[in-house]
Each structure stands twice: as C-alpha cells, then as structure tokens.
C-alpha cells in the first residue's frame, strides 16, 4: 500500500514562501520547520498502485469541474504537537464552486481529510506576523511518500484546476 497526499502548493514568489525560505536560513532552524515548499494539505489516502490509476482519473475530473480557486491566508496560530509548540498560518480556500471542498471530502477519494486548513509554518520559534495574503491556486499536487516517518516524497503529479479535464502526461 502505498501513501499519497494530496496538497495545494504555494507559489515561489508567495510572501508566505518568503517568510518561510527567511526561516530556513537562520542557523539550527532547519529541523524546526516543514521539509519542502510552503502548502496546505487537504487530504491523504492509500492504495495499492493499481488503485491509484483510478483515484487520480477521479481526482483529475473533480479538479476539472472547479472554477478557480485563491487561498487567502492570515494572522498566526500555534498548537501543542508531541509535547512541543507547532505555529501555522490559517488558510481559507477561496473558489467560484464553493462546494469544492465539500465535494473532495464526501467523494470517498480520501481517507483522511484536513479539517482546518493551514500552512505549517514550523515548531519552537514564533514566526512573524503575516499580513492578509491571497495566493492564485492553478494546480493541486498529488505525492506519492515512502510511508516511512521521514516522508519523503517518491513521485508528484499535478493536477490543473479548472482546465477542461486537461490530462497531464
């Protein structure tokens, strides 16, 4: 059985990115903060590897019938995670189909589904204060992970939003 997540990517030049590439740089951070670009995960499920043609296809035509979608971000929260203090930024997704997130979830493609959406933004450290932002969302990634606590990512697919069912090769 393989592990798959399913996630929004923010983009590079996103001031979310920014702060979190600033992190990064400052010494002894690096094990502190989430591995990879800064995202919001929306779900996660496993399957077998034939399966996983299928959950795609799925995915591929629910993400086609969306319009567009932004995600506005803001403010600065924490929680307790495995005796340590874990900070995220909240996230709102924000789309011409309102029900999308419904949708995703009462769809049975996930397993397990984000409740409240978030950019994880590291542990220990307070990051600094975001103003409101609005981040374009053009694609959803799909990662396949090695299933081991690292989570190491094995192959990614994206998925385009509101593309007429465009198939990626």
Not at 5 to 24: F, H, K, N, Y
Not at 78 to 101: G, I, M
Request: glycine fraction near 6%; charge should be neutral; aromatic fraction near 6%.
């Amino acid at each position: 059985m393989a592990h798959y997540e399913l996630r929004i990517v923010l983009p590079g030049s996103s001031p979310v990115q920014e702060m979190l590439d600033a992190l990064r740089a400052e010494p002894g951070r690096e094990k502190l903060l989430p591995r990879g670009p800064a995202h919001v995960t929306l779900g996660e499920f496993w399957c077998d590897d034939t399966d996983a043609t299928t959950k795609i296809a799925q995915l591929r035509a629910l993400c086609a019938n969306c319009g567009p979608m932004s995600l506005r971000i803001s403010g600065c929260s924490r929680y307790w995670r495995r005796r340590t203090t874990a900070y995220y930024l909240p996230a709102e997704l924000v789309s011409s189909d309102s029900h999308f997130l419904t949708t995703l979830r009462k769809s049975g493609l996930l397993d397990k589904c984000t409740e409240t959406l978030h950019v994880s933004m590291g542990r220990q450290q307070e990051p600094p204060k975001l103003q409101d932002t609005e981040e374009r969302c053009d694609f959803i990634t799909l990662l396949k992970l090695d299933g081991k606590r690292t989570r190491n990512f094995l192959e990614a697919v994206d998925i385009p939003l509101d593309h007429g069912g465009d198939v990626l090769p």
